[in-house]
């Protein structure tokens, strides 16, 4: 259903904007309208070759990058901590399936899971170590009208999407992952880290705020370690935890 006319209403703070897909610059999406607009700059590998928590953490705010027509903010991920953490899939050992997460840092871990979504990740640590950061949401920048139609949601304008239907764009993992076309035979094994790559994480010099850690969701082993990092308050993230 369209709803022409109605105005979106989210707060300033996390109204998403809408730019020409063919170009690889946006409005932040925590800011007014400007003339300006921010490059997007491709992370190091460095960036990656450390532990998972602290990429994660420093992951929050950063842009995920399809074929430089699709742009999103990361606002939503979790850690996994290589052999020694049960929840993690590296903790089966090096397999054809884990292999990624045992390689270089920098490079997408894709998984199909439940029969029916991907999920992606991105390995870290130093090459023989594995490690790495689930991506469970994320905030549209560009290319909204497109990742709605790989949704199944049909829109004319993205400013005609009701405010409450804006985070099934991209809220949760095998969401934005539909929403950018991701699947473990296009991507898995891509390199993150170089904007020649399909898909790619870069920054613009956002800074993240407000970030809230909490526990693992939809897991069962390590249930209890607080190693899910989030924007607090951004209507995107896909669950919320009552304290309690």
């Given at each position: ?25 946006y ?7 400007s ?51 049960p ?47 689930l991506?469970?949401?994320l905030?549209?920048?560009?290319g ?52 020649a ?26 249930a ?21």
């Open positions: 259903m369209h709803h022409v006319g109605r105005r979106l209403r989210l707060s300033r703070a996390f109204a998403p904007r809408d730019i020409p897909a063919s170009s690889i610059y409005l932040p999406a925590m800011r007014e309208p003339t300006h607009a921010a490059p997007i700059r491709p992370l190091a590998r460095a960036f990656y070759s450390r532990d998972p928590r602290r990429v994660a953490r420093e992951l929050l705010g950063k842009v995920l990058v399809r074929d430089n027509r699709l742009t999103a903010r990361i606002v939503e991920v979790e850690a996994y901590l290589g052999e020694k953490d929840a993690s899939h590296s903790a089966a050992g090096n397999t054809a399936r884990t292999s990624v997460l045992f390689g270089p840092p920098g490079y997408a871990y894709i998984y199909f899971i439940y029969g029916n979504y991907y999920c992606l990740n991105v390995s870290c640590e130093p090459d023989g170590k594995p490690g790495g950061v991506f469970r949401a905030e549209p920048l560009s909204m009208k497109e990742m709605a139609q790989a949704r199944g949601i049909s829109i004319d304008n993205p400013k005609d999407l009701p405010t409450k239907d804006l985070p099934k764009l991209t809220s949760g993992p095998g969401r934005l992952c539909e929403a950018f076309g991701i699947t473990r035979a296009r991507d898995n094994g891509g390199d993150l880290t170089s904007a790559s399909s898909l790619w994480i870069g920054e613009d010099g956002y800074r993240a705020r407000n970030i809230r850690v909490t526990i693992r969701i939809g897991i069962t082993k390590a209890d370690k607080k190693l899910r990092y989030l924007l607090d308050g951004n209507p995107f993230v896909s669950r919320k935890i009552r304290p309690k």
